[in-house]
């Protein structure tokens, strides 16, 4: 036990040096960047950027080294590889090894409660601060530069229902973004299975338990070895590829974003955790805090999960069943961070387009970023992809709200790195809420 808090403390403590040290030479890149640029010296940025944060994939990038860019998907392809079969495995066991029917109809009622109430308190946050901003005009900038783009088609945000249950089985194995659709194929199975009973289906339960210890084991190699190294090069690559320029015209968007989803993430979660469960919320706070870094860091949710499973079972004392059914949902349906961000950025882009906003429309917004949430797949830059959806369904398509639009997928980047560390946040403090109430939650590792 002694040994493995070492570990973790090293791992948070590695994690952190390289956050710093990944902003630090981020920012001292973007100022270079800047610097070349300004005083007719691109070709020398254009050398630097070729070498070492060049996306090797975009046309024309053929000669181009990118070690930064590589690096960085490397290790992010390496925690996507094991998505699905770790989502499916650990709720499948997860519901196998919960035998009675009523707790887990209980269990799964105090989770979808916990993700609304978490939900709840994140829009009226992002609504109120978001009206008062845009009420002021602060919203009311003049986009110019860019040319109108829809980058997504809009659709009824009730289609994320549809994806639920899925018509081609191998088609959703398939695809890390059919993760609501996994995750109803793992409920099924663990329930099917516990109809079943134990004789009938060991060598199947054996068998997705042995993979599910697979995976456990890749990933705590990938993160531990790699994980700092990673953060490093993501959050350095990130920033020196952004210029002021793209920051400039929408300055009062990226703030008012900023400060509404840090205040969420350091009082907001704390709160519910103090709230819901009486326990320290300084304890979560300081032990959660290595898996937003990640979550920053990695800007996917998926990519975080493994690390938060084993944060929150080993160091938060969150028993495993709830941890492993609680936390894949959660990566799916509890998008808190990104509820903030869209309600913003609608605001943001009515505010720009011209168009008024009542508080009738207000509801409609929120109404419309809860449901676009719970279909917003766990992956990067997802979340202002997703926007397009709720622009369509209040009608904001014109030609300035299009502008405004491209503006937010251009400078969306750092704004989506920091949504993703709520989001994985709110996971766990969830977990640690349904933990509690069913007294699977061991107070000893928490307060430790």
Known sequence: ??????????????????????????????????????SGQEAVWKTINSILFQDITAAGAEKDLGLFYILGQLFIRSLQLVIVPMVFT???????????????????????????????????LACGAGYMIYSAGLFN?????????????????????????????????????????????????GLCMNALGEERTSVLKKLITEINDIVVVFLNYVVTKFGPIAIFVLLSRTFAIYGIHHLKPAMTYVVATTILLLAFLFVGYPLFVAASTRLNPFKF??????????GFSTSSSAATLPLNVKTTVEELGVDEKIASFVLPLGMT????????????????????????????QLVVVALLVLIASVGTPAAPGAGAIILFTILSGLGYVNDSALLAYSLILAINRPIEMLLTALNVVGDSA???????????????????
């Open 1 to 38: 036990m002694e040994n493995q808090k070492k570990t973790t403390n090293s791992l948070a403590r590695r994690m952190g040096i390289s956050l710093i040290c990944g902003l630090a030479a981020g920012l001292l890149l973007m100022m270079l960047r800047e610097n070349l640029n300004s």
């Open 90 to 124: 650990s709720i499948t066991l997860a519901i196998g090894q919960i035998s009675d029917t009523r707790a887990l109809g209980r269990i799964s009622f105090k989770t979808i409660g916990g993700f609304l109430v978490c939900s709840a308190m994140a829009l009226v």
């Open 141 to 189: 900038i003049q986009v110019d530069g860019l040319e109108g783009q829809a980058g997504s088609t809009g659709a009824n945000p009730l289609n994320v229902i549809l994806s639920v249950v899925p018509s081609n089985v191998a088609a959703t194995f398939s695809s890390n973004t059919s993760v609501l659709a996994i995750v109803f194929l793992a409920v099924t199975l």
């Open 285 to 294: 706070a300081s032990k959660i805090l290595k898996v937003a870094v990640f």
């Open 333 to 360: 349906i509890n998008m808190n961070g990104t509820a903030i961000m869209q309600v913003v950025a609608t605001l943001f882009i009515a505010g720009c387009a011209g168009y008024d906003v009542t508080f009738g």
């Open 430 to 448: 969830a977990s640690i809420y349904v933990a509690k109430s069913e007294g699977m939650l061991d107070e000893t590792k928490y307060n430790a």
